[in-house]
C-alpha cells in the first residue's frame, strides 16, 4: 500500500505517543524487579508495550515502502520523517 509522507508522520506521531505512554507506565508502576507488579498494572504495561511494537513495526514497514517507491534512501526518508513527526503541525513539516 503506498503512503504519503504525512500518512508517514502521522503513524512516526502515533508511535511516538505509545512509546511515552510506555515511558509513563513506567515511571509510575517503578522497575518490575524492585517490586512486584499487580496483575492489572502487568497487563496495562504489556498492552502499552505491545501498542508501541506492532505502530513502530508498521512504521518502519511504511517508510521502508515509501523510500523504496519514491528511489530514495530508506534512512533519509526514516530522518525526515522523524523530524517532522517531533514538529508541531504549525512549524510547517512535511
Known amino acids: 500500500m503506498a503512503h504519503t509522507f504525512d500518512e508517514l508522520v502521522e503513524k512516526q506521531r502515533a508511535a511516538n505517543e505509545a512509546h511515552t505512554r510506555v515511558l509513563e507506565l513506567r515511571e509510575a508502576y517503578g522497575a518490575p524487579t524492585a517490586a512486584q507488579w499487580s496483575q492489572e498494572q502487568s497487563s496495562t504495561y504489556e498492552t502499552a ?45 512535511g
Do not use: C
Open 49 to 93: 508495550w505491545r501498542a508501541w511494537r506492532d505502530l513502530a513495526r508498521d512504521v518502519q514497514a511504511s517508510v521502508s515502502d515509501f523510500a523504496k517507491d519514491e528511489g530514495r534512501m530508506r534512512n533519509e526518508v526514516e530522518a525526515e520523517v522523524k523530524k517532522a513527526a517531533t514538529e508541531s503541525p504549525t512549524e510547517g513539516g
